[in-house]
């Protein structure tokens, strides 16, 4: 059973930069895929950016494409959200997600494991 743990969320200042991380645990083959979303109170759940576990292939949501970056380090089974550039509308709870195959969907109904969230403020 796959287990997703996140981290690094916080209060930022607009303009500002962080990095969340995301600790994937029982994974059982590398036919797999990692993405983030995130949810504003009272929207929907957006995607934001995936990744291919074996190859390293990347999607992004056209909102934060030059701002944001999603890598991973495989030995260590973590992948990061590097978010810079920040503004007060990336305020959201962010998600990590994962599913076995390679395609790096941007529906939420299409990852089957999700982590408890972190919460990213972007304020001053």
């Not at 590097?82 to 007060?88: D, I, T, V, Y």
């Amino acid at each position: 059973q796959v287990q997703l743990v996140e981290s690094g969320g916080g209060l930022v200042q607009p303009g500002g930069s962080l990095t969340l991380s995301c600790l994937a645990s029982g994974r059982a083959n590398n036919d797999f895929a990692m993405a983030w979303f995130r949810q504003a109170p009272g929207k929907e759940r957006d995607f934001v950016a995936a990744i291919r576990w074996s190859g390293g292939n990347t999607n992004y949501a056209d909102s934060v494409k030059g701002r944001f970056s999603i890598t991973k380090q495989s030995f260590k089974n973590l992948v990061y959200l590097q978010m810079n550039s920040l503004k007060p509308e990336d305020t959201a709870v962010y998600y990590c997600a994962a599913r076995y195959g390679s395609t790096l969907h941007d529906r939420a109904s299409r990852y089957n494991y999700w982590g408890q969230g972190t919460q990213v403020t972007v304020s001053s």
